[in-house]
């Protein structure tokens, strides 16, 4: 293996784990915590504020959780990217759509850029 090809291998480790590390940590504050999330359920789900929006929290994070574990273990990296991708176009866009270009949604849009990133390396 060359030089080149190493550091390529590397920095896309380094990116999964920088990922994985993201989602799965905000993942586990819904799994742990879901009553603090369940105020980010769009309204338009028609949830609510009760247990089927912290239900919904719940699932969310076990998603991300997954993902991010798959992530580290390089299980379907692309797939488990593009799936973290899509998941956080719908936040940034409800983030927008709710509350404007605010801090946060930055922050997603550059975890969405990440995200696609690895999705197609």
């Given at each position: 293996?060359?030089a080149?090809?190493?550091n ?8 999964r ?27 338009y789900l028609g949830?609510?504020?009760?247990d089927i ?6 699932a969310?994070g076990?998603?991300?959780c ?5 992530l ?11 799936l973290i991708?899509?998941m ?5 866009a409800?983030?927008i ?7 946060i949604a ?8 990440l ?7």
């Open positions: 293996m060359n080149s090809s190493n390529s291998a590397i920095a896309s480790a380094v990116l784990w920088a990922l994985a590390f993201t989602v799965a940590w905000f993942g586990w504050s819904e799994i742990w915590s879901p009553g603090d999330w369940s105020v980010f359920v769009p309204a949830l609510g504020q009760g929006a912290l239900y919904a929290v719940i969310h076990t998603v991300l997954s993902a991010g574990l798959a580290v273990l390089a299980y379907r990296v692309r797939f488990m990217a593009g991708a899509f956080l176009l719908a936040i940034v409800d983030l759509l709710q509350s404007g270009l605010t801090d930055v922050r997603d849009i550059g975890l969405l850029g995200a696609l990133g690895i999705a197609v390396l």
